[in-house]
């Protein structure tokens, strides 16, 4: 199930809590048919991961306000266009603006508002020597020089590396 930032109540805000029925009331009874809401949320939070989960840890940010109004507006924008009717002008224009914003925060040219990120994205360096002297040359990482954390587990390393024993680079 993914991470959501909003609730129904939200996107009544939006949408307010006639046109939400309006536009989920499939069988023409007045109220609003289960789970088509929920659903359009859960749609609009899948969409916003894609591009946070690229530099945040998505649980970090269900509290978020800018989160949640992306969320919202995202949601009634789907709503709004899951029978094939156009989205109304302002809903369309604000889900835009949310999505150029949530490409920026991807490629980190924009931040989320009122958090910090999740990820270090600082280069990594690790320092080598070589071993000649011995029959079978060897290439040595050299862990006094190196910087930077340990590689994330699961990290592929070229074969025939001896890693000198203890530390992160085992």
Do not use: H
């Not at 306000?65 to 992306?70: G, R």
């Amino acid at each position: 199930m993914a991470t959501v930032y909003c609730v129904t109540a939200d996107v009544d805000f939006v949408l307010s809590a006639d046109g939400k029925v309006i536009r989920t009331d499939d069988n023409e009874d007045g109220t609003e048919d289960n789970g088509v809401v929920t659903n359009a949320i859960q749609i609009a939070a899948v969409e916003m991961n894609f591009y946070l989960e690229r530099r945040y840890k998505l649980s970090g940010l269900t509290s978020n306000e800018w989160c949640k109004w992306a969320n919202a507006y995202m949601a009634a924008y789907y709503l709004d266009t899951r029978l094939g009717n156009p989205a109304a002008p302002a809903i369309a224009q604000q889900r835009d603006d949310f999505i150029d914003k949530l490409k920026l925060i991807a490629t980190a040219g924009y931040r989320v508002p009122e958090t910090t990120e999740a990820f270090n994205f600082l280069p990594r360096m690790t320092n080598y020597r070589e071993e000649l002297q011995n029959r079978r040359e060897k290439v040595v990482v050299t862990p006094e020089t190196s910087v930077g954390p340990p590689p994330p587990s699961g990290v592929k390393r070229p074969q025939g590396l001896d890693f000198g024993g203890g530390g992160w680079y085992e």
